[in-house]
């Protein structure tokens, strides 16, 4: 493998409720992912999470999948005790999250940094000690006139479904470049603006 990424964890709300919504775009990369490398989703015995290990590359890239069981501001109570179980710390995590500080679409890598007021992270970010924990963040915009608890936990527009779909594909791209390549090539592949289509 080309970097020392080890685990790849989508952040979400388990449940149908929040299945589509906002908050919910790192499970969907995590799954979308696991759908194109034939993964297959099951309760880990060592945390409140679903696991599915996914290989590619012709088995030369090979990372955990992880989604959290926990709801989306306690997900350091699934990641905690599985990077224990693995002896994994945060430079082996590579955490993919919706980020409302982002225009809708946009794809950012970064190799460590703070939770950026993001709870699900935060919680991440306690359970591993550290701030080492490189991550993908998907733009879901800023909702004008609703406050961040309530648009994050609604589901996008008919309208906002294309870029959503294009973004999630980036994403997914962007994480397989962060295990095959590493971070840093993969911070330079994506984080430039997408062009934009006529």
């Not at 299945?19 to 979308?32: A, I, P, Q, S």
């Not at 989604?67 to 306690?74: G, I, L, Q, S, V």
């Amino acid at each position: 493998m080309g970097s020392g990424i080890r685990v790849v964890v989508g952040l979400g709300n388990p449940g149908e409720r929040y299945e589509r919504t906002r908050h919910n775009v790192g499970f969907r990369v995590v799954d979308l992912l696991a759908e194109r490398t034939g993964a297959k989703w099951r309760a880990s015995r060592h945390a409140p999470a679903w696991c599915a290990w996914a290989e590619w590359a012709d088995g030369h890239a090979r990372v955990l999948l992880v989604k959290p069981r926990t709801f989306m501001n306690e997900s350091g109570q699934a990641v905690g005790p599985l990077a224990r179980w693995h002896h994994w710390d945060g430079r082996a995590i590579l955490l993919v999250y919706d980020d409302v500080d982002l225009p809708l679409g946009i794809i950012r890598v970064r190799a460590r940094g703070g939770s950026g007021g993001h709870r699900g992270v935060a919680s991440v970010l306690t359970a591993l000690g550290g701030k080492d924990v490189a991550r993908v963040r998907v733009g879901i915009g800023r909702g004008e006139f609703q406050d961040t608890a309530e648009y994050v936990l609604s589901p996008f527009r008919a309208d906002e479904e294309p870029v959503l779909r294009d973004a999630l594909d980036r994403a997914v791209a962007a994480v397989m470049c962060c295990v095959e390549r590493g971070v840093d090539r993969a911070m330079n592949e994506f984080n430039a603006e997408p062009k934009e289509t006529k």
